[in-house]
């Protein structure tokens, strides 16, 4: 009898779910979809860099992916199925209270967005994130210095002491904070209450300054001089912290009714998305995966008697455990890639969504199916005619920190910038210079982790990004000299889930058991022009030279 496995990713804007036969990693089904409230830019301040969401989104479209899954399966497959694991975005924290309920899911707290889920990508933070920085490089040991030695408004303690200082109704209600990718196991196991929550290694070293080397979170010395208002919650959160091949337990009978499985399924730990997603693209030591979407996250393992004592300056962290057990796991990423091309669109898009809109010369059906289809071709259509412009015409350089910067050396302070604007400079030419930004940010990644020491052998592709745009991963092989292998798996970070829900399920003992066992392979490979890869060396000389005018000009 075969064992199936599911796969849970939870993303920026949807989640997604896959159904996988264990024994060969055969996809049955899977099933995608958005949070509603968020679509409706719910709790959401783009003005303020204010990005929130709803536990209930989170848990509605689980129960919509996972049955909407199942009903595609033969009716044995849900029978047999021993496992599911979840990833999810981070640092992805929200407030609970004394039973672990998150007070969004409390009838006062139902509306405010300081009680929701404090999306990765918000930056309310910033002015916190410094503190913490300030106070690490002065505190008689660096608790920075496995974090990449720079601490982030993206990560749980900057967020969490920004809230707490903003909003005294949620100070006096919260009893502690959650990860999403440990909440998700606890509402499915029921072990939600703050002291029974089994928290993940990988948001816990890569985000909330746990290490083993101090006994797990920094001393309440440390938090006490950041801010007396985080001494409370110490008592009601952790020391241990667990890999992703661990079990928190089996799915409660609650939620094996709702979901229409059998109540002995085990749960496992929860992990960050591109962490999962690595481990789905079949990542091996010293190799780099990139998981391209919105934003990039770059993972890597490393032995131990590689990395040694060596701390790896710059990126968002060195953890034992945190993507494949017995490696470290090494994270990077961009806090915009693709972003920064959905913002070009929407900036030239803007006449037509208004203009169109308001014409009297066609009927109202034929302009939303106009516009419609505007708005679906003009990346495509920019990438064509940018892939044909000669490297002598690119004058434009422009900075991809239009989100900030996530790595190397963390700081949503950073902006982006465009320069070498002609009369002539026209969308494409514009565009191309965004994309080779994107690719020079990525660049400073590698070269980064070059400089510290950490030997990259191969490169890996994941994520829509990186499937679906041919200009952008030529571009990227260009710029990095290096070839980019594209992963076979549509859902990778969804199909790592399901290979660590292989572990837990026990049908495998181990993760690179079920990597052998279930990995779909490649797909395709970008070798890089050498003719391309000199240009793109003298070009990316200029976009240094921008980033560092930005920088100096704060």
């Excluded at 309310?124 to 994130?129: D, I, L, N, Q, Y």
């Excluded at 106070?135 to 720079?150: C, F």
């Excluded at 191969?458 to 092989?477: N, P």
């Excluded at 391309?532 to 003298?538: D, G, L, P």
Aim: glycine residues 8%; contains cysteine.
């Amino acid at each position: 009898m075969s064992k199936y496995v599911i796969g849970l990713d939870y993303g920026s804007d949807s989640a997604r779910a896959v159904i996988v036969d264990a024994t060969n990693g055969n996809e049955l089904a899977s099933s995608v979809k958005y949070y509603p409230r968020w679509v409706e830019g719910k709790y959401c301040d783009p003005s303020k860099n204010q990005y929130r969401q709803h536990p209930l989104d989170y848990i509605e479209v689980m129960e919509f992916i996972v049955k909407d899954s199942l009903s595609q399966c033969k009716p044995d497959v849900a029978k047999n199925v021993v496992g599911i694991s979840i990833d999810t975005t981070g640092s992805t924290p929200v407030f609970v209270d004394e039973a672990g309920i998150p007070l969004a899911m409390k009838d006062e707290f139902r509306e405010n967005p300081n009680a929701m889920f404090v999306l990765w990508k918000d930056h309310t933070a910033v002015k916190e994130a410094d503190e913490i920085n300030k106070l690490a490089r002065n505190w008689k040991v660096d608790y920075t210095k496995y974090e990449g030695g720079v601490y982030s408004s993206e990560w749980v303690w900057a967020k969490t002491l920004h809230i707490l200082r903003e909003d005294e109704s949620i100070k006096n209600a919260a009893a502690s904070w959650i990860e999403h990718c440990d909440w998700m196991p606890a509402i499915l196991t029921g072990k939600i209450a703050p002291k029974e929550v089994v928290r993940s290694r990988c948001s816990a070293g890569h985000k909330a300054l746990w290490h083993a080397e101090w006994g797990g979170l920094p001393p309440k010395d440390f938090f006490e001089a950041l801010d007396p208002v985080l001494v409370p919650f110490l008592d009601n959160l952790y020391t241990n912290t667990y890999p992703s091949d661990v079990k928190v337990g089996n799915i409660t009978g609650e939620w094996a009714k709702k979901l229409g499985l059998p109540t002995d399924v085990a749960i496992g730990v929860g992990a960050f998305d591109c962490h999962m997603g690595a481990v789905g693209g079949e990542v091996t030591p010293n190799v780099l995966a990139r998981a391209i979407g919105t934003s990039t996250c770059d993972i890597m393992t490393a032995k131990y008697e590689d990395v040694g004592d060596k701390l790896i300056a710059g990126i968002c962290g060195q953890v034992d455990g945190s993507v494949i057990p017995g490696y470290v796991g090494l994270e990077a990423g961009q806090s915009a890639f693709g972003d920064v091309y959905a913002w070009f669109k929407k900036l030239i898009a803007w006449p037509v969504e208004k203009l169109i809109a308001g014409s009297d010369l066609i009927s109202k059906e034929t302009k939303e199916k106009l516009i419609a289809e505007t708005l679906d071709k003009i990346i495509p259509v920019l990438s064509e005619e940018a892939m044909i412009i000669p490297m002598e015409e690119s004058t434009i350089v422009a900075l991809d920190w239009m989100n900030g910067r996530r790595t190397p050396d963390a700081s949503q302070e950073v902006k982006g910038a465009i320069t070498g604007l002609t009369l002539g400079s026209d969308a494409p030419r514009v565009f191309r210079a965004l994309v080779e930004a994107t690719a020079f940010g990525s660049k400073a990644i590698v070269d980064r982790f070059k400089r510290e020491g950490v030997e990259i052998k191969e490169i890996i592709g994941l994520g829509g990004v990186a499937k679906k745009s041919t200009f952008v991963m030529q571009t990227l092989a260009d710029v990095l000299n290096m070839p980019i292998k594209i992963a076979t798996t549509e859902q990778t970070c969804a199909f790592g889930a399901a290979m660590f829900a292989a572990v837990v399920g026990k049908v495998y003992s181990n993760v690179e058991e079920a990597q052998k066992a279930m990995g779909q392979g490649f797909e395709k490979e970008y070798s890089p022009n050498p003719t391309q890869v000199a240009a793109y060396q003298e070009i990316y000389k200029k976009y240094e030279s921008l980033g560092n005018f930005v920088n100096n000009n704060l």
